[in-house]
């Protein structure tokens, strides 16, 4: 007996360990510390996603290895549609093998996947020493329609006119007579919904499905409802509203007038599994009833109307009585690509309790959340029936402190005053208290006004916001010494995560627009911030969708048809190459650059053809400058310059030696040409030699290389001159602060960056904004959102221009970490990290004394290297040893003093 006891643990051990690696849980993490582990397991940069539709997902992972130098020699994945397969380590879809390799990103290359199958799959990786390591928990991805003929539903609508207000019910029930097992709900709609079983919504999304080209890609959800399912009758309720594919409201864009334009309909497919192994599909049809109800009226632009008298109490239920409700009518897809929605969901991620409410007589309130955000606010309120009670929602207060719109209403064109802007419109039953929150219509505001006809009692906690926006996992973080970084990072983060809808846009009031121009210049503060790379895959999709046979782009995507004019040149429409290059740099993943390569090539062809000299009129300019104006030539030809250079490297990625050398000789051309109209090499100067005009030379390496230093030298002193204030619209606001802190200036770079007086993103914060502005003059008379990201680079350059953190373009994804800390006078300590695809990196500075104390932390599995910003004759330190100028550094945790 005693001599089984040994030989009994390691057994007991071993299935204990099985059974936490088949449930999911990382048992290692904790016992086994300095054991390498595959952890976060992704596919297609989602944990665990249902409706896959893709051939060949992209599976990712992290390593968890405490120890210095930690990295990953080799891995081996293991799919099946059996978990305790890839438990006992049998990959029966696909075993890739043991794979010489320190990648941790790997497209899936097994037997062809079925739909509707859940793939349990699991990663073995080997040390730095060449040593096995634990094998990782098992994840797992769920297959969608993967074609679109596995559809089996119809397209239904209620077939009503597409000026008709109320919005359309849907109701069937169906009965389940065996044991469920699993149930799996995919629906797709043209316009927005949401889908309720017994009574209660599915899922917590908001405003599904994405806005898209609704007549070239429409996009489905997909839910796990097995636990919403129940013995015998079930009901299904679907409620649609118009959202961007039936715009009811008239803008200047011309949303009304898209060619898509329709009564919203959606098509459905519930696919049950039950316990003795056989399946059904319960479908959208023609047995489906349809009705309206109290949502009288809803647009996402303005805003939504409820008549709490018209409600039908359990509509979504078994027992409802839908008597008199009509028949539903069938209708095509409304686009021939039905795909599935694989990215992060918008939600209501923050709830904001009012901070304050002005109760002006028993029919006037205002509330204050304290805050600028995107979203809805929902009213508790109780009052006679008949009653209709407005709620107002703006940024701004009249100097008697009503709601004031007059900011972002400017571009509204109404036909009447029955749809006001950003006005929620409630008519109260008298039957008791009521919460109201819109379904299909955000805002954006920190100030809700409400009116009624009647009187009413409200209290500070009747109103609500919910900040609502793509719900992306933060990734960055910075901390400072000076509170007005620290407010004004947070600021930016705010602007961002409200103009982030599924797409990125410009403000979450006037407009909600997807403007290009105002997506790149953002796209690294995004990027440092925020796990976004599902969103951006998805706007560069609806970018291939919009653009024209010869190559040309919209300067709002997606669009109805606006957006094709004169303007929407290189400056904004460099997105198509821009935003796929930078998720390639902070990912390291080509996808999206391949997915994108030729429309960037046929858009660069466009331009050239248009351009042939290399110089470019194609563009929109510095936008919203504070005095000083540049050449539209110049900063178009800039841009020009980017894409074709972008494309040039992407074409030798992907061994198009071909294009490598039409677009590499291509972008020496537009260089050339603008150096030789521009520059004056005996001033070191470009064009007029306004901030834009020199910053933007330093930007994007237009400028020879024994001129950098010189010319960022003259672009510090024109800042000084200017009195150490910004002088630049959108496209030096971009290039502004890269150009000084990557040539030497950073200290001009942090004080334009911690300027408090007008011009500057620190005069907003320092007057109360809790957002970025659209206009550096907060009193302007036009161009005057208080929600916009156009300015919004300063919050990637913390990270980069004061942590140093930067991507390296030979080693993307961080697998090479570029560390080029600048440790500016002003500050006694600044902190940042962000959790790229390998994890956590830190770069961290302190002043102790005469020195600064400069901590560094590398993920597992990648390195880095550091370049000392030493001046004066300082020299760097570890251990008390001196350190190189430039150094190079595995996986680890790092201490150095500056002295």
Not at 46 to 56: A, F, Q, S, T
Not at 310 to 339: C, I, Y
Not at 487 to 503: F, P, V
Not at 782 to 791: C, P
Request: proline share 4%; charged share 20%; with cysteine.
């Amino acid at each position: 007996m005693n001599r089984s006891k040994p030989e009994m643990k390691p057994v007991f051990h071993n299935v204990l360990l099985s059974c936490f690696l088949a449930l999911g849980l990382n048992a290692q993490a904790d016992t086994v510390p300095n054991k390498t582990l595959a952890v976060s397991l992704q596919c297609e940069h989602l944990i665990k996603p249902l409706g896959i539709d893709v051939l060949h997902p992209r599976l990712s992972w992290m390593i968890s290895d405490g120890r210095q130098g930690a990295k990953q020699t080799a891995y081996r994945i293991l799919v099946s549609e059996d978990s305790l397969d890839v438990v006992r380590k049998r990959g029966a879809s696909w075993d890739s093998g043991k794979n010489t390799s320190g990648t941790s990103l790997v497209s899936y290359r097994g037997a062809v996947l079925k739909p509707f199958t859940k793939y349990f799959w699991g990663v073995e990786v080997w040390d730095q020493n060449g040593k096995p390591g634990s094998s990782s928990s098992v994840s797992s991805f769920e297959t969608g329609m993967m074609k679109m003929e596995n559809w089996k539903g119809s397209w239904i609508s209620d077939g009503d006119d597409i000026n008709k207000r109320e919005a359309p019910y849907f109701r069937t029930i169906f009965q389940s007579s065996k044991q469920i097992k699993s149930a799996r709900a995919y629906i797709a709609v043209a316009g927005l919904y949401e889908l309720y079983l017994n009574g209660k919504k599915v899922g917590n999304h908001r405003l599904d499905p994405m806005y898209t080209r609704f007549d070239k890609r429409n996009l489905y959800v997909s839910y796990d409802v097995t636990a919403q399912l129940q013995d015998g009758k079930n009901a299904i309720g679907v409620l649609l509203g118009n959202g961007w594919y039936n715009h009811q409201s008239i803008a200047v864009w011309n949303f009304d007038k898209a060619p898509w334009r329709a009564r919203p309909a959606f098509c459905m497919d519930l696919r049950i599994t039950y316990a003795d192994g056989t399946s059904e599909v319960i479908t959208s049809g023609k047995d489906w009833k349809t009705s309206s109800g109290p949502i009288v009226l809803n647009n996402i632009y303005t805003a939504e109307h409820y008549d709490e008298r018209l409600e039908q109490p359990n509509w979504n239920m078994v027992n409802f009585d839908d008597g008199k409700w009509t028949k539903v009518v069938l209708r095509k897809a409304p686009s021939e690509q039905v795909v599935s929605q694989a990215m992060q969901p918008i939600r209501n991620v923050d709830e904001i309790p009012a901070r304050s409410v002005k109760k002006f007589n028993d029919t006037t309130y205002v509330f204050d959340l304290g805050r600028n955000i995107s979203g809805v606010s929902k009213i508790k309120v109780d009052g006679e029936a008949g009653t209709v009670i407005r709620i107002k929602h703006g940024e701004r207060l009249y100097e008697n402190g009503g709601v004031d719109l007059s900011n972002i209403d400017v571009y509204y064109r109404p036909k009447d005053n029955t749809d006001p802007f950003q006005t929620d419109i409630v008519t109260l039953s008298g039957k008791g208290p009521l919460e109201f929150m819109p379904k299909f219509n955000y805002k954006g505001f920190q100030y809700v006004e409400v009116t009624s006809s009647k009187p009413i009692n409200l209290t500070k906690e009747s109103i609500t916001g919910y900040f609502m926006h793509s719900d992306v996992a933060a990734t960055g973080k910075i901390s400072s010494s000076n509170p007005l970084i620290d407010r004004l990072w947070w600021a930016t983060n705010n602007s961002y995560l409200s103009n982030l809808m599924g797409y990125p846009t410009d403000c979450p009031q006037r407009e909600k627009n997807g403007w290009t121009g105002d997506g790149h210049f953002a796209v690294e503060t995004g990027l440092f911030n925020f796990d976004g790379i599902t969103i951006y895959e998805k706007w560069l999709a609806d970018h291939r969708d919009e653009q024209r046979p010869d190559g040309v782009l919209p300067d709002i995507i997606p669009t109805g048809g606006w957006g094709y004019g004169t303007a929407n040149g290189t400056d904004w429409t460099s997105t198509i190459a821009i935003i796929p290059w930078n998720i390639y740099l902070f990912y390291g993943d080509s996808k999206l650059l391949e997915d994108s390569y030729g429309s960037i090539k046929k858009y660069v062809d466009y331009v050239e053809k248009i351009s042939p000299s290399g110089l470019t009129t194609f563009g929109r300019g510095d936008w919203v400058p504070v005095k000083s104006s540049s050449s539209l030539e110049y900063t178009s030809s800039v841009y020009y310059y980017v894409d074709a250079a972008i494309l040039a490297k992407a074409a030798k990625m992907f061994g198009k030696q071909a294009d490598y050398s039409t677009y590499s000789n291509l972008a020496e051309k537009i260089k050339q040409a603008i150096n030789d109209k521009y520059f004056d090499r005996e001033k070191c100067t470009y064009a007029s030699g306004v901030q834009t005009e020199l910053s933007m030379a330093l930007q994007w390496g237009i400028v020879p290389d024994e001129f950098k230093i010189k010319l960022a030298e003259q672009l510090a002193k024109k800042v000084a001159a200017d009195g150490m204030h910004l002088d630049v619209g959108v496209l030096g606001a971009k290039a502004i602060l890269n150009a000084l802190s990557d040539n030497g200036q950073a200290e001009t770079a942090y004080k334009l960056a911690s300027q408090d007086t007008y011009p500057s993103w620190g005069w907003w914060i320092v007057n109360g904004a809790t957002t970025l502005y659209e206009n550096w003059d907060i009193k302007a008379a036009r161009d005057i959102s208080l929600n916009h990201m156009m300015f919004g680079e300063i919050g990637g350059w913390f990270f980069k221009g004061l942590g140093g953190i930067h991507p390296d373009e030979q080693h993307p994804g961080f697998k090479n970490v570029l560390l080029r800390p600048n440790f500016v006078s002003g500050l006694e300590h600044f902190e940042s990290e962000h959790d790229g695809p390998f994890g956590k990196i830190v770069s961290s500075w302190k002043r102790s004394g005469q020195s600064v104390i400069y901590t560094v932390n590398i993920p597992a599995n990648s390195s880095a290297t550091v370049i000392f910003p030493l001046k004066g004759g300082k020299k760097a330190y570890r251990n008390h040893q001196p350190v190189a100028d430039k150094m190079e550094i595995a996986a680890g945790k790092y201490q150095f003093q500056i002295k």
